[in-house]
């Protein structure tokens, strides 16, 4: 069945030291496109997870938030940039004896200034967290697809209704289209009649206006046309596989049929079928431009 593009899905998980957070929330894109927030030291793991998740979705704007925090002290260092503290504590002296100030600073208090105390972690194998992330990574895309798969469900009953009001209008054409040239049967032999009086018709003449007619405002090809894009369309909205891009082209192709039927038609009544058909076409749009 279709799946949506807007999802959302979060997992958290402890493994060997390590508390791993990653969260995926997405909305409609013409592509993928992808954007990510990941620590600065671990910016190694930013085009693994894209091609991961690129792998699993294929369509929508999917912003990507990788959290990762060591439980484990032994693998952070913090030492002093003893060159910064100088300067600080140089400076402090300066100011102290050119203001005539009371020196009431400590080592505390310097280690409070920017950059004097730098917290150094342990070389990390890139492969060991990279596998504690994918790992994290693919409960929180089980659960972003299940979202997506939630409101394809959704977005799969809408149109599969909408395609069985348009097949409901486009039998009425089909049986509302013969009528037609009927009634401009006998509308042309009354008002020849009306013209000639009692004078025999020629019936050879009026056969050939009538088929005329009937070849303009013929919409039996468009119908079956019609039919076969609305039973493609409903096999799409079955389908597994990414259709978003194909149902668009399809909705164009069933939006150029009903266009050609409401111009051919010479009736009235059935121009006001491809009104309704139209509107639930504008509503399938609507709908496909969130399908992945």
Same mark, same amino acid.
């Given at each position: 069945? #279709?799946?949506?593009? !807007?999802?959302?899905?979060?997992? =958290? /998980?402890? +493994?060997?030291?390590?508390?791993? &957070?990653?969260? $995926? @929330?997405?909305?409609?894109?013409?592509?993928?496109?992808?954007?990510?927030?990941?620590?600065?030291?671990?910016?190694?793991?930013?085009?693994?997870?894209?091609?991961?998740?690129?792998?699993?979705?294929?369509?929508?704007?999917?912003?990507?938030?990788?959290?990762?925090?060591?439980?484990?002290?032994?693998?952070?260092?913090? #030492?002093?940039?003893? !060159?910064?503290?100088?300067?600080? =504590? /140089?400076? +402090?002296?300066?100011?102290?004896? &050119?203001?005539? $100030? @009371?020196?009431?600073?400590?080592?505390?208090?310097?280690?409070?200034?920017?950059?004097?105390?730098?917290?150094?972690?342990?070389?990390?194998?890139?492969?060991?967290?990279?596998?504690?992330?994918?790992?994290?990574?693919?409960?929180?895309?089980?659960?972003?697809?299940?979202?997506?798969?939630?409101?394809?469900?959704?977005?799969?009953?809408?149109?599969?209704?909408?395609?069985?009001?348009?097949?409901?209008?486009?039998?009425?054409?089909?049986?509302?289209?013969?009528?037609?040239?009927?009634?401009?049967?006998?509308?042309?032999?009354?008002?020849?009649?009306?013209?000639?009086?009692?004078?025999?018709?020629?019936?050879?003449?009026?056969?050939?206006?009538?088929?005329?007619?009937?070849?303009?405002?013929?919409?039996?090809?468009?119908?079956?046309?019609?039919?076969?894009?609305?039973?493609?369309?409903?096999?799409?909205?079955?389908?597994?596989?990414?259709?978003?891009?194909?149902?668009?082209?399809?909705?164009?192709?069933?939006?150029?049929?009903?266009?050609?039927?409401?111009?051919?038609?010479?009736?009235?009544?059935?121009?006001?079928?491809?009104?309704?058909?139209?509107?639930?076409?504008?509503?399938?749009?609507?709908?496909?431009?969130?399908?992945?």
């Amino acid at each position: 069945m #279709v799946r949506s593009m !807007t999802g959302f899905g979060r997992a =958290v /998980k402890e +493994l060997d030291g390590y508390v791993i &957070t990653v969260e $995926l @929330k997405s909305v409609n894109h013409r592509y993928f496109e992808f954007s990510s927030r990941i620590p600065r030291q671990y910016g190694f793991l930013d085009d693994k997870i894209k091609s991961y998740i690129n792998s699993k979705v294929s369509r929508g704007k999917v912003e990507c938030f990788v959290g990762i925090e060591a439980l484990n002290t032994d693998a952070a260092e913090v #030492v002093v940039n003893n !060159t910064l503290a100088s300067a600080y =504590v /140089k400076a +402090l002296k300066e100011i102290e004896e &050119t203001y005539d $100030l @009371k020196c009431d600073y400590g080592a505390s208090t310097v280690s409070r200034y920017p950059d004097v105390l730098v917290v150094k972690k342990a070389e990390e194998d890139e492969e060991k967290i990279w596998s504690y992330v994918k790992e994290t990574a693919d409960e929180a895309i089980d659960k972003f697809i299940e979202m997506r798969k939630a409101e394809g469900e959704k977005m799969f009953c809408d149109i599969d209704s909408r395609a069985d009001i348009i097949l409901s209008n486009v039998e009425y054409v089909e049986k509302r289209s013969p009528e037609t040239v009927k009634e401009y049967n006998d509308k042309l032999v009354e008002r020849v009649h009306e013209l000639i009086g009692d004078v025999t018709l020629d019936e050879a003449r009026i056969i050939q206006e009538v088929a005329v007619f009937a070849d303009k405002v013929a919409v039996a090809e468009e119908t079956v046309r019609l039919r076969s894009h609305i039973s493609q369309l409903k096999e799409f909205i079955k389908s597994d596989e990414p259709v978003g891009r194909k149902m668009d082209f399809l909705v164009q192709e069933i939006n150029r049929e009903a266009n050609t039927i409401g111009s051919k038609a010479n009736d009235v009544d059935i121009a006001r079928k491809v009104v309704d058909i139209k509107a639930e076409v504008e509503k399938i749009r609507e709908q496909i431009q969130n399908i992945e």
